[in-house]
T-cell receptor, first 112, second 114 residues
Framework: QQQVKQSPQSLIVQKGGISIINCAYE??????FPWYQQFPGKGPALLIA?????SEKKEGRFTISFNKSAKQFSLHIMDSQPGDSATYFC???????????FGAGTRLFVKA | DTGVSQNPRHKITKRGQNVTFRCDPI?????LYWYRQTLGQGPEFLTY????????KSRLLSDRFSAERPKGSFSTLEIQRTEQGDSAMYLC????????????FGQGTRLTVV
């Protein structure tokens, strides 16, 4: 069962543009929402994360927006760079923190 | 190197053979997770250890799969009688505390069953 739905599947953005990836979740018990970045041949790496008591979190060029009532959250990458080209996964974790449910991923390509 | 280490990086095996993968977590991390990732998909949870205790197993983990974490250090994942559908990337992650937010992933073991 897919408890975290991610869109789009793929995204092409011009260098300097804004990349936006959206996720929706079903289980209101989730209480932690990380985003992971994965390069080919590598394991996922934690990029930024948010808890549902916060509506926005910003770290450098990366911002998470969280809408608890809509059960949606999104990743914004400002001033996108070719080095940001990777697959991005949103995820959600239940209290207890031991089982993380991942979205299907978004392949981002930033054109130079 | 202080990251999560997985060995081997790649494994090609014939259908029906048994394979074993090893994961060495970050040394002070007491939580260890195994995930499976197929092409074009996100990682799927397989199992979780708190120290040496295996506390949860996904229904994805059939009876051909077994995982251990002796002494709460490294972990092994064994697949018996491999099938072509087992071909995937097997990822190990570890974390320090109560939350999964500090989970660090290894580079994975890519299994190909021929």
């Amino acid at each position: 069962q897919q408890q975290v739905k991610q869109s789009p599947q793929s995204l092409i953005v011009q260098k300097g543009g804004i990349s936006i990836i959206n996720c929706a979740y079903e289980n209101t018990a989730f209480d932690y929402f990380p985003w992971y970045q994965q390069f080919p041949g590598k394991g996922p790496a934690l990029l930024i994360a948010i808890r549902p008591d916060v509506s926005e979190k910003k770290e450098g060029r990366f911002t998470i927006s969280f809408n608890k009532s809509a059960k949606q959250f999104s990743l914004h990458i400002m001033d996108s760079q070719p080095g940001d080209s990777a697959t991005y996964f949103c995820a959600a974790t239940r209290p207890g923190g031991f089982k993380t449910i991942f979205g299907a991923g978004t392949r981002l390509f930033v054109k130079a | 190197d202080t990251g999560v280490s997985q060995n081997p990086r790649h494994k090609i095996t014939k259908r029906g053979q048994n394979v074993t993968f090893r994961c060495d977590p970050i040394s002070e991390h007491n939580r260890l997770y195994w995930y499976r990732q197929t092409l074009g998909q996100g990682p799927e949870f397989l199992t979780y250890f708190q120290n040496e205790a295996q506390l949860e197993k996904s229904r994805l983990l059939s009876d051909r799969f077994s995982a251990e974490r002796p002494k709460g250090s490294f972990s092994t994942l064994e697949i018996q009688r491999t099938e072509q559908g087992d071909s995937a990337m097997y990822l190990c992650a570890s974390s320090l505390g109560y939350r999964g937010d500090e989970a660090f992933f290894g580079q994975g073991t890519r299994l190909t069953v021929v």
